[in-house]
T-cell receptor
Framework: GAVVSQHPSRVICKSGTSVKIECRSL??????MFWYRQFPKKSLMLMAT?????????EQGVEKDKFLINHASLTLSTLTVTSAHPEDSSFYIC????????????FGSGTQLSVL | DAKTTQPTSMDCAEGRAANLPCNHS???????VYWYRQIHSQGPQYIIH???NNETNEMASLIITEDRKSSTLILPHATLRDTAVYYC?????????FGQGTELSVKP
């Protein structure tokens, strides 16, 4: 199946710093990518939809100034957690859409963010 | 909100078929049903998806009822590595909204 690469897989940072997470579609072009977060023993929660060349669309309750999303090319979307605090500690996961009539969505392997 | 409901957990004996049900009674005519699974601390893995016909691939089979209000994912010969949370999802406005899923435990 198609591969979505997410980097880094784990990051530990101090409170107040910013962290950037990259999501790449390796063998297909993705006009649309999605960002999720997941707390322990909970389901995935959609944060935002990232569209190539345009502003991301955020779900209700997600702070767009806290979670900056950039989708500058058809194969790369980035999520930047700005001024991270301990409550931002979570598992962040991206997915990329193949588009087209037989559309599929593939997920990255996730990024575990721990803010001290 | 997710448009699907699934049992919280299920057990299956190794080597037997695992049948995971899903209800999606409000599904619209052009909405696909997707199945993903997630093993602890990993990203969800695509399994299969379908519209109205039954589908089969190397991982599983998907049986969709004629009225499309429910479906069943079948893992024909479950192994211990199939232990995971299985999510049945109907896309809403182009987005995959995850429900709580079914925690499948495959036991020796």
């Amino acid at each position: 199946g198609a591969v979505v690469s997410q980097h880094p897989s784990r990051v530990i940072c101090k409170s107040g710093t910013s962290v950037k997470i990259e999501c790449r579609s390796l063998d297909f072009q993705a006009t649309t990518m999605f960002w999720y977060r997941q707390f322990p023993k909970k389901s995935l929660m959609l944060m935002a939809t990232s569209n190539e060349g345009s502003k991301a669309t955020y779900e209700q309750g997600v702070e767009k100034d806290k979670f900056l999303i950039n989708h500058a090319s058809l194969t790369l979307s980035t999520l930047t957690v700005t001024s991270a605090h301990p409550e931002d500690s979570s598992f962040y996961i991206c997915s990329a859409s193949t588009g087209g009539r037989a559309e599929k969505l593939f997920f990255g392997s996730g990024t575990q963010l721990s803010v001290l | 909100d997710a448009k699907t409901t699934q049992p919280t957990s299920m057990d299956c004996a190794e080597g037997r078929a695992a049948n995971l049900p899903c209800n999606h009674s409000t599904i619209s005519g052009n909405e696909y049903v997707y199945w993903y699974r997630q093993i602890h601390s990993q990203g969800p893995q695509y399994i299969i998806h379908g519209l109205k016909n039954n589908e089969t691939n190397e991982m599983a089979s998907l049986i969709i009822t004629e009225d499309r209000k429910s479906s069943t994912l079948i893992l024909p010969h479950a192994t211990l590595r199939d232990t995971a949370v299985y999510y049945c999802i109907v896309r809403v406005g182009g987005k995959l909204i995850f429900g709580q899923g079914t925690e499948l435990s495959v036991k020796p």
